[in-house]
């Protein structure tokens, strides 16, 4: 008998419309297409087009949190007719990371999980992500405002105390504390980004001062003194209720940073680097037994990890997919509960249609000479997109260079447009735009690394600017200092591969796609004789090679002539 499964999307709450947050939000003025959303259903990237106002005010009207039944538009919520169909099992749930593991954390605390009970197969793509994001749910955060919020919370239902005099003045000095604590931060911050600018690299993490920690700690017997008093208030407030718990949990991660043994404790810049936007954060070390407690221990579902980039060079699968077994916690299992495959071939002859570039004439892009190479790159770069008449994406790690090599193409004038990655903007909107226009030129970072697909002619030439090393923070400190001298390898050169594996993987989409792709990163060459260099070509998939810019223009004459290049 067959059956029809019908597959179930599962967004995020903050990727639906929340009505009730809409009407709130314009209810002293509401503007004129605010009544022709009545009855429309759809989530963000449905809505966003047809409303380019309610996509700028997304974070104002989205579903953050839900009153579910109370709500007054609960029986045309989109939300929750999500919720009730994930709810219901005998389907497939189609999710993305931060879903599936915030449904095993519910699970974990004996919470009603966000899916069925009966799930029998779980099958995590893009498994390389997979500790990422797992620390990042277990990651408590806390900014200024945060905590500014609560105190104002509870200064405001204190004033009906006869005491208030007293816990004001507490308040005061709290507040003056925490701002002195959270400018002590910021210094840090503006300390260590020059340092990482210096060398072309860009962070938002940053190490903290044990004596910064030791400031906050001074801070724990008035803040608890402050919330035991409006805890004593005779009032029944859940906006009350919600702020005490908080400060509570404040109190508790202050702990946390007393007794800081397991855990790694960082800064974090959100936004433009000021007192506001930066946030002090701690994450249990070994997230990796968390990982393994969530899926892979006990009487679990089977569980499927694949992506296209988990494996590296090795004799055995056991070397292949090494670093992937150790972080996320698969090496907790027995041999006989783990199956590791051999890794597929790509369906795509890479041979026959691409060819990997690498200058090595080009200065190692390295602090003391950044600059040099950064003006030399440009060079390069000018000559590469004149073989392919524009039809290229570049590549990089930082947004600094992005927006330096974007300046310096717009002052040559080029006949091809030029699109750049915008902050905050639809990314969709920036791919359509780049693949309707084929002779175009798209200059990207972050997601655009591994979350674009754009088959056909338009991208038939990626430059990668450099080897995309991540950016040393305290969380890649901590795992390197596991492996003592040999932390690099064992960490910062798989994170680089599989980063690296996953742009390279943009240029070759479909059979028929054809394509040059160069890094100009000479540290990668011959001449510079890196220990890693074998192990990275080792990986990608294009296994021809060259550093011979001659011999890149005559595979681009011989495999494109005929489609697209002009005599």
């Known amino acids: 008998m067959n059956y029809f499964v019908q597959p179930v999307l599962a967004k995020g709450r903050t990727h639906f419309l929340c009505l009730e947050r809409l009407h709130n939000h314009y209810n002293s003025n509401p503007p004129s297409w605010v009544n022709d959303l009545e009855g429309l259903t759809g989530d963000r990237s449905e809505l966003a087009e ?14 953050k949190k839900c009153k579910y039944r109370e709500c007054a538009f609960y029986e045309v919520c989109d939300f929750i007719d999500l919720r009730k169909s994930i709810s219901q099992g005998n389907s497939v749930i189609v999710t993305n990371h931060d879903q599936l ?73 709290i507040q003056t504390e925490l701002n002195t604590f959270f400018q002590e931060l910021l210094k840090q911050c503006l300390s260590q980004q020059s ?26 017997k008035e803040l608890n003194d402050y919330n035991i008093s409006a805890q004593l208030l005779d009032t029944a407030s859940e ?56 899926f892979f221990e006990g009487d679990k579902p089977n569980t499927i990890l694949t992506s296209a980039t988990i494996s590296t060079k090795g004799e055995t699968n056991y070397d292949r ?29 890479y041979d ?30 000018l000559s590469l997109i004149q073989l392919t008449e524009g039809r290229s994406m570049i590549l990089f790690t930082s947004k600094e260079d992005m927006n330096f090599v974007y300046e310096r193409l717009v002052d040559e004038r080029l006949p091809w447009r030029i699109f750049v990655q915008q902050d905050g903007s639809s990314q969709n909107k920036t791919k359509t735009a780049f693949l309707e226009d084929e002779y175009s030129i798209l200059l990207s970072t972050g997601t655009y690394w591994e979350g674009i697909d754009i088959p056909g002619p338009s991208l038939s030439n990626l430059i990668i600017f450099k080897l995309p090393f991540p950016v040393p923070d305290p ?93």
Not at 50 to 63: A, C, G, H, I, Y
Not at 321 to 346: C, H, I, M, N, W
Not at 533 to 543: C, Y
């Open 195 to 220: 340092n990482h600018r210096k060398a072309g690299s860009e962070t938002n993490r940053y190490e903290i001062n044990s004596e910064e920690i030791s400031n906050l700690i001074t801070l724990t």
């Open 321 to 349: 997919y090494d670093y992937l077994v150790s972080s996320t916690g698969l090496d907790f299992l027995s041999y006989r509960q783990l199956e590791l495959a051999d890794p597929l071939k790509s369906p795509f002859d």
């Open 101 to 173: 593991i915030a449904n095993e954390k519910l699970k974990m605390q004996d919470r009603r999980p966000l899916f069925s009970d009966d799930t029998h197969i779980i099958v995590i793509d893009e498994a390389h992500n997979l500790e990422e994001k797992a620390r990042s749910s277990l990651t408590e955060s806390w900014k200024k405002n945060k905590l500014t919020y609560h105190l104002n919370v509870l200064d405001r239902f204190l004033k009906r105390s006869p005491t208030y005099q007293e816990t004001r003045k507490q308040k005061q000095k």
């Open 50 to 63: 047809s409303f380019p106002e309610l996509d700028k005010n997304w974070d104002k009207v989205n579903v």
């Open 239 to 294: 906006e009350l209720e919600e702020s005490t718990i908080a400060i509570e949990e404040f109190l508790t991660f202050i702990e946390v940073l007393k007794q800081n043994e397991q855990h790694i404790i960082w800064i974090e810049q959100i936004g433009e680097l000021s007192a506001r936007n930066i946030s002090i954060n701690s994450v249990p070390q070994n997230v990796s037994e968390e990982i393994a407690s969530y």
């Open 352 to 381: 026959a249609h691409s060819l990997l570039y690498i200058p090595s004439h080009l200065p190692q892009p390295i602090r003391h000479n950044y600059e040099t190479f950064r003006e030399k790159a440009i060079q390069e770069i």
């Open 475 to 567: 969380i890649l400190n901590y795992k390197m200092s596991l492996f003592g001298p040999d932390g690099f390898d064992k960490v910062m050169i798989p994170e680089m591969i599989i980063k690296l594996r996953q742009g390279l993987g943009r240029l070759i989409r479909k059979e028929t796609d054809k394509g040059i792709a160069s890094i100009l990163d000479s540290r990668l060459s011959k001449k510079a004789n890196k220990s890693y260099r074998i192990p990275v070509l080792e990986s990608v998939p294009i296994r021809k090679v060259t550093e011979d810019f001659g011999e890149v223009q005559k595979f681009t004459k011989e495999i494109y002539h005929s489609h697209f290049i002009s005599e």
